[in-house]
C-alpha cells in the first residue's frame, strides 16, 4: 500500500507525518526476505520496509526493528501491530544492534536493512528542529534526546549547542566535511559574530544567517535553499550519523548467516563511501600488497557483492518523492564459508 505523501511545507503533527519508503521493491528483492527468516532492521521510522518484509513473507518472518527516535517507534508499532509477536521493536541506536540481538536470543540473522536518512516525520514537523524551510527551535537531535554520548564534546547536544557553543574551528570543519559547501569558513564566521549579540534560536534565524554568508550571485544562482549543506552538515554532527554507521559496520557481518543479505540505502556521498569501501573489503580475498609470491595476510572473502555499482531511483520514484533524489542502495550476501 503506498503511503500518503505530504507537503513539505504542510503544518504537521507526529500523527499524521507520512513517510514514502524509499528505493522499496528495489530494496525487498535484494534483501529477498523468506517466511521463516530473521531480519533486522536498524531504521524503523515509519516502519515502511518493515511492514513489506512482513507482508512479502506472509507474516511468517521475525524482526528485530530498532529507532532512535521515540515518535517513529510509535508510528512504525502501529504499521506493525497486525503482524503482533512477529516484530520486536526497540529504541536504540542501530550501533548497538548486537545487544538487542543478544536480548533476542539470535545468534544469526537472516538478513539486514539500514535506509539511513531523515524521516517525513523528523522534517515536516518544525518543532523537531530539521526543517530550514518551517522555522522551529535549533534541535535536530532524532533521539529527542534520550541517549547521552559521553564520548563527545559537552557543546555537542543539540543543534542549539552545537551551533552556540561550538569553536569557530570546529564548526567551519562540520560543515566543509559534512555538508561539502565552499563558504564553510564565512558561514562558521557569520555565526559566531551573531552568536556574539545573543544566542542563535531557532531554524529561522539560522537559515538567515547563512543565507546572508552567501554572495547575492551565489544566492540567486543556488538550486537549492543556501543552508541545505549547513543544515545536513549540522544534522549528521548532532546525531553523529557517520559514527553509527561505522561502529555497525564492525559487527554486522559476522552475525549474517550463510546466505544472509544486509542493505544499506545512503543518501550522503561520505556514508555511500564508507559502505562502498567496506562492501569491497569484505568481498575481497587476499589483499597482501602485489608481488609478494605467497599471501601473508590470510584475508578471505566473506561477502558476495549483490551490487556491484549502487541502485538508485528512477525518475518515475523522484517525480513521485523527491526526497529520493539523491539515495543509493547498496547489497551483499553472505558466503556460506565465511
Ligand atoms: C529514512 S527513515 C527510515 C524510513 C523507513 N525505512 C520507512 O520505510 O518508514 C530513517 C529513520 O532512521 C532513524 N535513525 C537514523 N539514525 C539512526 C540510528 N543511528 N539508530 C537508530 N535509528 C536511527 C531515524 O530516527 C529515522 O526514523
Known amino acids: 500500500m503506498p503511503a500518503r505523501q505530504i507537503s513539505p511545507q504542510a503544518p504537521s503533527s ?43 513473507t506472509g507474516g511468517e518472518a521475525l524482526l528485530c526493528g530498532l529507532d532512535r527516535d521515540p515518535q517513529a517507534l510509535e508510528r512504525a508499532a502501529e504499521t506493525l501491530a497486525p503482524y503482533g509477536n512477529a516484530c520486536h521493536l526497540f529504541r536504540a541506536e542501530y550501533a548497538t544492534f548486537a545487544a538487542r540481538l543478544d536480548d533476542l536470543g539470535w545468534d544469526s540473522i537472516d538478513g539486514a536493512l539500514l535506509d539511513i536518512g531523515v524521516s517525513s516525520l523528523q522534517l515536516d514537523v518544525a518543532e523537531r528542529g530539521f526543517s530550514l524551510r518551517a522555522d522551529g527551535p535549533l534541535d535536530m537531535r532524532m533521539d529527542m534526546g534520550g541517549f547521552s554520548h559521553p564520548e563527545r564534546p559537552a557543546w555537542m547536544g543539540s543543534a542549539y549547542d552545537l551551533v552556540n557553543g561550538a569553536p569557530e574551528a570546529e564548526l567551519a570543519g562540520i560543515i566543509k566535511d559534512y555538508g561539502e559547501d565552499p563558504l564553510a569558513h564565512q558561514i562558521a564566521g557569520a555565526i559566531v559574530r551573531e552568536r556574539e549579540a545573543g544566542p542563535i534560536r531557532t531554524t529561522g534565524q539560522l ?12 544566492r540567486r544562482t543556488s538550486r537549492n535553499h543556501p543552508a541545505t549543506r549547513t543544515f545536513q552538515a549540522l544534522r ?77 531511483p528512477g525518475k518515475i520514484e523522484i517525480d513521485h518523492n523527491p526526497r529520493a533524489g539523491s539515495s543509493k542502495l547498496r547489497a551483499v550476501e553472505k558466503l556460506p564459508s565465511a
Open 236 to 312: 549528521m554532527a548532532v546525531n553523529d550519523e557517520l559514527g553509527q554507521l561505522e561502529r555497525f559496520l564492525d559487527g554486522i557481518c559476522s552475525r549474517l548467516a550463510a546466505g544472509g543479505r544486509l542493505c544499506i540505502i545512503t543518501f550522503h556521498s561520505l556514508e555511500d563511501r564508507i559502505v562502498k569501501q567496506k562492501f569491497r573489503l569484505w568481498s575481497t580475498g587476499c589483499i597482501c600488497p602485489p608481488g609478494l609470491p605467497v599471501c601473508k595476510c590470510g584475508h578471505k572473502a566473506e561477502v558476495r557483492l549483490l551490487t556491484k555499482k549502487p541502485v538508485v
Open 14 to 56: 507526529p500523527a499524521t507525518a507520512a513517510h514514502v519508503p524509499v528505493l522499496l521493491q528495489e530494496t525487498m528483492d535484494l534483501l529477498a526476505p523468506r517466511p521463516g527468516g530473521r531480519y533486522l532492521d536498524g531504521t524503523l521510522g515509519l516502519g515502511g520496509h518493515s511492514r513489506e518484509i512482513m507482508r512479502r
Open 207 to 218: 537559515a538567515g544567517i547563512v543565507c546572508r554568508a552567501y554572495p547575492p550571485k551565489w
